[in-house]
C-alpha cells in the first residue's frame, strides 16, 4: 500500500479511449494507493513542471504516455533531493523506455505488473543540465524524426518510424564530426551518431547488454554509411553481452562520459524531442532514479 501517488497522464499520446483508459488503469491502480492524484498535461512543459514542484509529495508518481511524456517528467523529477519512485505506464507510440524496464506494451498489463513491486535504480544519461532515458542522437535519427508527419504517425503508430527511416536512408548526407572519450578519440564522416542509455528504438531490440540501463555507461554507435543493409543488421540484431557490429560502417564502444563536436551545429534528439544542439557533454548519471519494473 502506498500512502499518496500522482498520476500524470498526456491525453494526446497515441491513445484514442483516454477516458476509458484512464478509468482502466485507475481503477488498477486505486486498490494499492490511498490517496491518488490525477494530473493532466495539458502543453509541452506541464509534466516536468508538476514533478520539480510536487513530485517530493508522494512516495509513488505514474507517468503514462510515451516517450515524449516520460522524457519531460524525468527531467522535472531528476532535480528532487528526494525523488519518488517511478512507474511508467506505456501509452505512446513505441514506448522504448518502457520496454527496456521490460514492460509490456498494453498499459493495462504493465500497471498490473508495476503494482506487483519489484525496482530497481535505473541509470540516467546526461547532456548539459538535461537528462534522458533512452537515448541522444543526431544525423539520420533527427532527421526520421522531422519526416514524420502527425497525420502518418497518428495512422500508422510504429510503422510511421519504419516508414520515415526508410525514406529518410535514402538520402542521408555525411558530416564531419569528432568524439573523445576516456578510451580514446573518433574524428571522421558519419550519417547518425547514437548515444544509447536504453536497450530499444523504435520497439526493436539493441544488441547491447540487458544490463544496460543500470552499468554506468552509455553505448555509443558511431554509423559512417546509410543504407538497407545496414537498416537490416541494426534491426534484426538482438541483444548479446559482447557485440562487435559486423558491418564495417559501424563503430561501437562504451564511455562514461564523452565530448561530442560537429563541423557546424546540429539538432540532437534526445528520446523524440529535439531542443539541443551540438557541440554536447554527454555523460552517465548512475542509478539516479529509483522504477517499478516488469
Known sequence: MYNRAMLIYNGKAGQQDWAGLLGSVSAIIAPAVRELLLYQTLKPGDGEQVCRERGEEFDLVFIMGGDGTVHECINGLARLQAPPLIGIIP??????????????????????????????????????????????????????????????????????????????????????????????????????????????????????????LEDGKLDVMVIREAGLPLLKELLSRKNQEDWQPGDESISYFQASSLELSTAHPMKADMDGEKYLDTPATLQVSSQALQFLTG
Open 91 to 212: 501509452a505512446g507510440t513505441c514506448n522504448d523506455f518502457a520496454r527496456s524496464l521490460n514492460l509490456p506494451p498494453d498499459p493495462l498489463l504493465a500497471a498490473q505488473q508495476l503494482l506487483q513491486g519489484r525496482h530497481r535504480y535505473v541509470d540516467l544519461g546526461v547532456a548539459g543540465d538535461r537528462v534522458f532515458t533512452n537515448f541522444y542522437g543526431i544525423g539520420l535519427i533527427t532527421e526520421a524524426s522531422d519526416n514524420i508527419s502527425s497525420g502518418l504517425k497518428g495512422a500508422l503508430g510504429k510503422i510511421s518510424y519504419f516508414i520515415s527511416t526508410l525514406q529518410t536512408v535514402r538520402s542521408a548526407e555525411p558530416f564531419r564530426y569528432r568524439l573523445e572519450w576516456e578510451g580514446g578519440t573518433l574524428e571522421d564522416e558519419a550519417v547518425m551518431i547514437y548515444v544509447s542509455n536504453g536497450r530499444f528504438l523504435g520497439t526493436q531490440p539493441l544488441p547491447f547488454p540487458n544490463n544496460a
